[in-house]
């Protein structure tokens, strides 16, 4: 019998998915026989998997899975370990869900190990120190961390992993005062690629505590976290103030942020935001300036912006918990785990050099205006005092990016799947124009905010990278766990 070839195409198509299914049901049924009641197993596709596993915020170039597992406790995790590298089924940790760096496509029909039972929050508020699950978010940890009159450093997005966000570092504007979130870590709980359950801190594996500080998604799953924190400086009080300005302010934006480079008071963090306004037909800009200390100060800092007459103000004071969700007009947080077709592009940059962002900013009003795919992108530029960052000497972590002075995001929403390509170029582009005005003359690149075409040294920085591949043969010869720009 004559079969047409399209016929055998979609055979094999069917078969290899029925193949596919065959073996999630299997792997499901192995792993549900191993772990403690208390975890639980899901087959992808089943309509509860949906509702019960940490959706992912963004779509592109995100993982795919046959099987989600929610294990209850380490020895849970350590027996999904040790069974998908004995069974070669690639597996990955889930945290917040926010991950977004392209390299985690190469994870496809996998084990997620969805650590949302690791939830818990502990604030021991004489020792300083605050133990977290590996799943917890900032929002979950910022209240009770605040009520205790204490400040620990987190990102800009309340929902974003606090766990995630610290393997690679870390960055949000107690950066500014306390360096990365990663340099206020004491120790952490880890399941190695051998399945073993370790304490990783200066005085237990100190080799992999200097790795995990930075680079840490390539070691392990980490269970719990035990950070050092900080009396809250100013009562936990802080500035979070929101300005408009129309597009052509941007010259005397560029300037103002360029007046702080050098001097940038611990308390004082300052980002620009581009953003394109279809209604109007042109970019508006938001700026963001949190300060840390007293509302007078906060008040003379940003009067040199005043004075420019924003289009709109909102400026709060409020505790430092509450300011990730009040900052630019409260966006980061509305978008929270709201899921998204996101095409990252960003670049370290190590001056302002003012001609080249304005002529950069000409460069989007020439071109966004005419191609509505571009015109969901988001362009961030976020200025720290590099006090917080110095605080912590270079060598002590894997986490190289104390000298920035703004990291530049450039993020492609796409509204539809077929504008990927366009808001990819596009984005590809304009990151390679603001690195030709950049003081370095290799493409450097904060982990989290990665393309994923990078490579290790512009993620890890050149001098870390042979350290840490070396760490890497020790800990993780197989490779497991080299799903997140992997070292
Ligand atoms: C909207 C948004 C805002 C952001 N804002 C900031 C910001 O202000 N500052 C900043 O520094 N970063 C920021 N990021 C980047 C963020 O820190 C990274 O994307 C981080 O990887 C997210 O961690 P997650 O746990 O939420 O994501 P996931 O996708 O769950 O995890 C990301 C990676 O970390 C691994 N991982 C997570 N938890 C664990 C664990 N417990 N053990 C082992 N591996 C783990 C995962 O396996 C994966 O490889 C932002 C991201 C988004 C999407």
Redesign the pocket.
């Known amino acids: 019998m004559w079969v047409p070839q399209a016929t055998l195409s979609l055979f094999a198509f069917l078969a290899s998915r029925s193949l596919a299914r065959l073996d999630g049901t299997k792997i499901a049924h192995d792993l549900q026989s191993i772990l403690s009641p208390e975890s639980a197993v899901f087959l992808l596709g089943n309509s509860s998997a949906l509702i019960d596993t940490t959706p992912?915020?963004?779509v592109w170039h995100s993982p795919t899975y046959t099987v989600s597992v929610k294990p209850a406790f380490p020895r849970d995790v350590q027996k999904v370990v040790s069974y998908s590298r004995d069974k070669k089924v690639p597996f990955?940790?889930?945290?917040?869900?926010?991950?977004?760096t392209g390299t985690?496509s190469a994870l496809r029909d996998g084990i997620e190990v969805d650590?949302s039972y690791f939830n818990t929050v502990e604030v021991d508020k004489d020792k300083n120190l605050l133990k977290i699950g590996?799943?917890v978010r900032f929002r979950d940890l910022m209240g009770p961390v605040y009520a205790a009159g204490k400040a620990v450093p987190v990102?800009?997005?309340p929902c974003?992993?606090m766990?995630?966000?610290t393997?690679?570092?870390?960055?949000?504007f107690w950066s500014s005062t306390y360096g990365a979130i990663s340099d206020s870590l004491s120790s952490l709980e880890v399941i190695t690629a051998d399945g073993s359950l370790i304490t990783v801190s200066s005085t237990s594996n100190a080799d992999l505590f200097w790795a995990m500080k930075g680079a840490g998604?390539n070691y392990?799953?980490?269970t719990s976290l035990t950070y050092n924190i900080h009396d809250a400086p100013n009562g936990g009080q802080v500035m979070s103030a929101d300005m408009m300005f129309p597009v052509s302010a941007n010259g005397s934006l560029w300037e103002f942020v360029k007046s702080w480079v050098g001097k940038q008071p611990a308390e004082l963090s300052l980002t620009i935001s581009l953003l394109f306004d279809p209604i109007a037909g042109q970019f508006i800009i938001v700026t963001n300036i949190i300060y840390t200390g007293p509302l007078t100060t906060g008040h003379s800092i940003i009067q040199p912006l005043l004075n420019l007459q924003p289009l709109n103000t909102n400026i709060s004071y409020i505790p430092w918990s509450e300011a990730p969700f009040a900052a630019t007009y409260g966006g980061?947080a509305n978008?929270c785990g709201k899921p998204t077709i996101m095409v990252p592009h960003a670049v370290n940059l190590y001056q302002v050099d003012t001609k080249a962002l304005c002529d950069a900013v000409d460069y989007l009003n020439q071109t966004v205006p005419k191609d509505p795919a571009l015109q969901s992108f988001v362009f961030a530029f976020t200025q720290y005092s590099q006090a917080g960052f110095k605080a912590t000497e270079k060598k002590k972590s894997a986490f190289p990016w104390r000298d920035v002075v703004m990291y530049a995001q450039m993020d492609g929403i796409a509204m539809k799947a077929d504008d990927v390509p366009a808001i990819d170029a596009f984005g590809k582009g304009f990151r390679d124009l603001l690195q030709k005005s950049n003081r370095k003359s290799k493409l450097e690149v904060y982990t989290?905010f990665a393309h994923g075409d990078e490579g290790a040294a512009a993620w890890y920085g050149e001098e870390n990278v042979s350290r840490l591949r070396k760490l890497k043969k020790q800990y993780d010869p197989q490779g497991l766990f080299s799903?997140?720009n992997p070292v």
């Open positions: 992912r915020f963004n990955l940790a889930t945290g917040g869900g926010h991950g977004y985690l650590l590996g799943s990102g800009a997005c974003v992993g766990a995630g966000a393997l690679g570092g870390g960055i949000g998604a392990g799953i980490v980061p978008n989290h799903f997140y």
